[in-house]
């Protein structure tokens, strides 16, 4: 058994080389592509903005930190304060990638920068792209963009806050188990010129994955004028659907609503049941009798001790020396649990046990009979909706003329990278290729390797990965029901080949007790003796030698044996003479 130990051993030592070996070459292929040269890529068309945060200073001229303070919230965590570096991915970076990072954690913070011009929703989409990667997981915190509604009053940047008007947001949010891709637009109201949010419904897809593996990924929105609109995650889609019939509420009013004047009559009888007045109480129906009652069958305990009080004084406790009688009256020891009572069913007077009483049926009321008079549930009225209106092209968005992070997040290192807002999807479709895609393609290069190839399988699931600690145990398993067979075989082998000689040595062993015996309780022998002793021993010996020439010879027969049912040669038995 410990041979079979020893080997599992080794085998678990040759799997965790191969593995720290994998890893090494996972460390080597990350070094090699880190040594390759990164070119910021340039966009195939017309963009409104392209920002790749490969040049800080660029940065620091084109962005503009928020200097402003958020309303209704504690003091000490009310300005944006929090802190914006560029830097490159914690993983799988590249020389001269960089991307916006933002570092605080439980801060505000805010940044935003201008368009190369306002887009206005007339003829063309709108597409909005961007790269996010939570280096460090996501705990509770939004990572969306707003685009900032064009006005004259907003275009100070350094007051950007969380009040200021967007047309749209759109990126993941989640805070504990509720994930979500926000994709709100606020509509102006064509009567009175109020403004509302419109939320889209929720994505088919899951979206927690996307929140915890600490990956890059591509979030895009597509507005079409159309009406209709796409999101997708990393080129998929994950939502689809229309402007007038995907959002909460709804961009047209119902053409119809309750009247609020209106008022339900008097003489509405809306119930559906009411009491049968020509119901009886019947005449054994006692609405006095108690719930329960004395359980006159139920007797006392063996054992109990009715003269023994469940508390009695302490007899160790002291009165304290600085009592005083008079302002505290008289003094008495605290009390202390009988110590006759615990071995014991109780102490103290017994009480019989209650039970439920058969005659109780509770207060009387007459059985419910349908309502002759129901009317059904009453409602209001409907009259037409004074302010309805039918706007058949929700497309036609305030403008834009920003767009910016207004975020507060409990985990730090956020990733942002590759900003696009543009009217062509093709420019966004290769725009992805050149950025997200081969910013991928690298990462599963450098990611090929066991542990790899483990996370991308099982796509970072808990249940996968217990699948296949099971797929890797099984040679294992194998491999040690192997080598126990073996050890077994191998213990049967040597019993067989020691079982002969045993019964030999025994029946030697035995004879020679017996001459020892015999020899004690004989005379002392003389030289004539010893002769006759001496040729007794020569002819056991001959004797032994026979009997194994007998049991080969017989052995050899039995391997000569022919089949079943042949008639073999005839055994010889042994001659002892």
């Not at 995907?246 to 339900?264: A, G, H």
């Not at 040690?480 to 020691?498: F, H, P, S, T, V």
Request: hydrophobic share 30%; proline share 8%; charged share 35%.
């Amino acid at each position: 058994m410990a041979r079979i130990i020893a080997n599992a051993i080794i085998y678990l030592c040759l799997f965790y080389s191969l593995i720290n070996a994998s890893e090494n070459n996972d460390n080597d292929n990350q070094d090699t592509v880190s040594k390759t040269t990164y070119k910021t890529p340039k966009v195939s068309g017309f963009a409104y903005l392209v920002e790749t945060f490969d040049d800080e200073e660029k940065f620091k001229t084109t962005w503009t930190l928020s200097e402003s303070k958020k309303d209704s919230t504690d003091e000490d965590i009310a300005e944006y304060d929090g802190i914006w570096s560029i830097e490159e991915p914690k993983k799988h970076a590249q020389e001269g990638d960089l991307g916006l990072v933002f570092k605080s954690k439980a801060r505000h913070a805010a940044v935003s920068t201008v368009l190369s011009k306002p887009f206005h929703f007339k003829n063309n989409p709108l597409v909005v792209q961007y790269e996010v990667n939570f280096q460090e997981g996501q705990e509770c915190g939004g990572a969306y963009l707003k685009l900032l509604t064009l006005d004259p009053k907003l275009e100070d940047l350094k007051k950007f806050h969380d009040k200021t008007p967007y047309t749209i947001m759109f990126g993941p949010d989640k805070c504990g188990n509720d994930h979500k891709l926000r994709f709100i637009f606020r509509y102006k109201n064509p009567l009175n010129g109020s403004i509302e949010e419109k939320h889209c419904k929720k994505p088919r897809e899951r979206l927690e994955d996307f929140f915890k593996d600490k990956q890059p990924h591509l979030y895009t929105l597509i507005i079409r004028p159309d009406n209709t609109f796409e999101i997708k995650i990393d080129n998929k889609i994950v939502n689809s659907g229309s402007l007038l019939d995907d959002f909460s509420p709804p961009v047209n009013p119902p053409l119809e609503i309750e009247d609020p004047s209106d008022v339900q009559p008097k003489d509405w009888d809306d119930r559906e049941k009411i009491p049968d007045l020509s119901a009886v109480k019947p005449d054994d129906w006692d609405e006095d009798a108690p719930a329960q009652i004395v359980d006159e069958d139920d007797i006392m305990p063996e054992g109990w001790l009715e003269d023994e009080p469940l508390m009695i004084p302490n007899p160790d406790s002291v009165k304290p020396e600085d009592w005083d009688v008079e302002m505290d009256g008289e003094w008495e020891p605290p009390e202390i649990p009988n110590p006759k009572c615990t071995d014991v069913p109780g102490c103290g007077p017994y009480t019989q046990k209650m039970k439920k009483n058969p005659r109780y049926k509770g207060k009387w009321s007459p059985p419910l009979i349908n309502n002759p008079n129901y009317k059904g549930k009453w409602k209001p009225k409907l009259i037409h909706n004074p302010n309805y209106f039918n706007d058949e092209h929700p497309f036609q968005m305030m403008s834009i003329f920003a767009v910016g992070f207004e975020l507060w997040s409990m985990s730090t290192d956020m990733f942002f990278d590759n900003i696009l807002i543009t009217d062509s999807e093709e420019v966004a479709r290769k725009w992805a290729e050149d950025t997200f895609e081969v910013r991928r393609a690298r990462i599963a290069e450098e990611s090929v390797t066991l542990w790899g190839r483990i996370l991308t399988a099982t796509n970072y699931k808990p249940g996968w990965w217990a699948l296949y600690f099971v797929y890797c145990a099984i040679p294992i398993v194998i491999y040690i029901w192997y080598l126990q067979k073996r050890y077994r075989e191998d213990k049967y082998d040597l019993k067989d080949e020691d079982k002969q000689p045993l019964e030999i040595n025994e029946e030697t062993t035995l004879q020679q007790e017996e001459n020892e015996n015999e020899n004690e309780n004989q005379p002392v022998s003389t030289e004539a003796d010893e002769e006759t002793e001496k040729v007794k021993e020569t002819e056991m010996l001959n004797e032994t030698e026979t009997t194994k020439e007998t049991e080969e010879i017989i052995e050899s027969e039995e391997n000569d044996k022919p089949a079943i049912g042949g008639d073999g040669p005839r055994r010889r038995k042994p001659n002892k003479e």
